[in-house]
């Protein structure tokens, strides 16, 4: 069974862009979460969507955003990329349990 | 929102002995899960826990839900150098309930040749 996959690896912009990273759940799974881990701060609660939904967020500011597709897909969206967004960006997918399953995340760098 | 203390930060051992590590909150969680993370990857499940006094094994790794809900360990028998990482404790961000998950900030396990 394939596990989650996220792209780009890798992404590189400079401040004041757009970033946009995807995430593939597992077959099978409904819901889809989103988490940052910034040096020294740890894994940091962004989004949770399920059903095309967005079911809660985190303490992040409205420039981190996304969406679920029907196929359970997501794409997270940080508009007005600042420094302190670079990160690894991590998703993880649940089949409606509380056992999170995560991808091998996206390191973005902002310049 | 709900914190979760993690410790020891980092522990420096031989192989061949066992680790414990711990997690406790100020506040109730219905659900612990204990995950590794190697450089560079995204955390894999290791092991999850759904009731109180509940004790788990999963290979060498052995996990406990603490009676009072509030807090979980994790300890590793015999360990091998493939244990290397870092360990993180996690619990839902409302305490009970499939939501984002609030995480400790890690146990680095590092073995000495």
């Known amino acids: 069974e394939a596990g989650v996959t996220q792209s780009p690896t890798h992404l590189i912009k400079t401040r004041g862009q757009q970033a946009t990273l995807r995430c593939s759940p597992i077959?099978?799974?409904?819901?889809v979460y989103w988490y940052q881990q910034a040096l020294g701060l740890g894994l940091q609660f962004l989004l949770w969507?399920?059903?095309?939904?967005?079911?809660n967020r985190g303490n992040f500011p409205p420039r981190f955003s996304g969406r679920q597709f029907p196929n359970y897909s997501s794409e997270l969206n940080v508009n007005a990329l600042e420094l302190e967004d670079s990160a690894l960006y991590l998703c993880?997918?649940?089949?409606?349990?509380?056992?999170?399953?995560f991808g091998p995340g996206t390191r973005l760098t902002v310049t | 929102g709900q914190q979760l203390n993690q410790s020891p930060q980092s522990m420096f051992i031989q192989e061949g002995e066992d680790v414990s590590m711990n997690c406790t909150s100020s506040?109730?969680?219905?659900?612990w899960l204990w995950y590794k993370q190697d450089p560079g990857e995204g955390p894999v499940l290791l092991i999850a826990?759904?009731?109180?006094?509940e004790l788990t094994s999963n290979g060498r790794l052995t996990a406990q839900f603490g009676i009072t809900r509030k807090d979980s360990f994790l300890n590793i028998s015999a360990s091998i150098p493939s244990d290397v990482g870092i360990y993180f404790c996690?619990?839902?961000?409302?305490?009970?309930?499939?939501?984002?998950?609030?995480f400790g900030k890690g146990t680095h396990l590092i073995i000495q040749p």
């Open positions: 993880a997918s649940s089949p409606r349990g509380y056992e999170q399953y």
């Open positions: 077959s099978g799974h409904t819901s």
């Open positions: 969507y399920d059903e095309g939904e967005e079911r």
């Open positions: 506040s109730i969680f219905n659900t």
């Open positions: 826990l759904y009731k109180a006094g």
């Open positions: 996690a619990g839902p961000i409302s305490g009970g309930g499939a939501d984002g998950l609030t």
